[in-house]
C-alpha cells in the first residue's frame, strides 16, 4: 500500500492532495487574488514532483475563492476526471467552473456522503444545509492503514456541534483545521472530543485576518502544529503501517 497526503502551501488558502496507491483526489486548489499563474504552476509542480499526471478526483470543500480559486485553471491545464462539490446552491464561482466542466466533459456531483476508491473511503459528515458556504463545507473523514484524518474546510464551531451529535467520532490522528485556524472553528469541546495527534493550519505568512487565532492554538497545546505559514507543504507519508511526515521550509 502506498498513501501519501501532502498538504500544500498554497499561502492563504487550502488545497490538500491525497494519493491512495494509483488514485489521486485534490482538496480544494487554494486561490491568488490577483488571479497570476504562479500558484497554479506551484500545485502542477508538486504534482509533478509526486508522478503524478491525473487528479482522479477534485473536492472542492466549499465555493470560496481561497479554496477553488484555481480550480478553472487546474482543470484547463491538467487532467481533472470528476469533481465533486459541497451541498447548497452554486455561487458565482462554481458557476463559472460548471461551465468548464460541460464544456470539457468533465463530470461533477455535488451533496455527496461516501466516495469509495479502491478499498478507501472518504466519508463525507456534513449533516444539513446552512445558509452560508463555510458551513456547507464538506468535512471529510477517512482512514488509511489505521491512521484516521478529518479534513474540515471552513466549517464553523455550528458545523463542529452537529457532527459530534450525530457521529461518535474515535480519536484522530491527523487533523486539517477549520477556517484556517479562525476563531470561529477548532472549539476546545471539539478538540477534546477527538484528540488530535497533529493538527494541520493552512495559512498565509501575515496574513491580513491574523490566522491563526491565539485562543486556537490554545485550544490545539496538546497537538503536534504543523502550519503552513512556517512549515511550507507538509506531507503524511504512510508505509508498511509506519507515518513518517515531512516539511518542507518555505
Known amino acids: 500500500m502506498n498513501y501519501f497526503i501532502k498538504y500544500i502551501d ?25 488571479n497570476d499563474l504562479v500558484l497554479l504552476y506551484k500545485i502542477i509542480n508538486e504534482l509533478k514532483k509526486e508522478g503524478i499526471k491525473k487528479i482522479d478526483y477534485l473536492i472542492s470543500s466549499h465555493g470560496d475563492f481561497d479554496h ?7 482543470v484547463e491545464n491538467f487532467k481533472v476526471e470528476k469533481v465533486i462539490f459541497n451541498c447548497g446552491s452554486y455561487n458565482d464561482l462554481e458557476n463559472e467552473l460548471i461551465k468548464v466542466l460541460d464544456k470539457k466533459k468533465i463530470k461533477y456531483y455535488s451533496c455527496i456522503k461516501e466516495l469509495n476508491i479502491d478499498n478507501n ?6 449533516t444539513k444545509e446552512y445558509d452560508n458556504e463555510n ?17 474540515m474546510g ?7 456541534k452537529e457532527i459530534m451529535d450525530k457521529y461518535n467520532l474515535p480519536d484522530i490522528d491527523v487533523l486539517k483545521i477549520g ?12 478538540i477534546n472530543k477527538i484528540q488530535p495527534k497533529y493538527s494541520i493550519i493552512s495559512v498565509g505568512k501575515n496574513n491580513r485576518y491574523g490566522h491563526p487565532n491565539k485562543e486556537v492554538l490554545d485550544n490545539l ?11 511550507g507543504s507538509i506531507m503524511f507519508n504512510i508505509k508498511n503501517n509506519k507515518l513518517k511526515i515531512e516539511t518542507c521550509t518555505p
Request: proline letters at 0%; charged letters at 25%.
Open 10 to 34: 498554497v499561502g492563504q488558502g487550502d488545497c490538500t492532495l491525497i494519493h491512495l496507491n494509483n488514485k489521486n483526489i485534490m482538496i480544494d486548489t487554494g486561490g491568488k487574488a490577483n
Open 221 to 231: 497545546k496538546d497537538t503536534k502544529i504543523y502550519r503552513t505559514d512556517e512549515d
Open 121 to 126: 473511503k472518504l466519508y463525507f459528515l456534513q
Open 68 to 74: 477553488i480559486g484555481e480550480a478553472i485553471n487546474l
Open 135 to 151: 458551513d456547507n463545507s464538506n468535512v471529510i473523514y477517512t482512514e488509511l492503514d489505521g491512521y484516521k484524518f478529518i479534513f
Open 179 to 190: 477556517h484556517h485556524g479562525s476563531k470561529t472553528s477548532s472549539s476546545q469541546e471539539f
Open 154 to 160: 471552513d466549517a464553523s464551531t455550528s458545523t463542529e
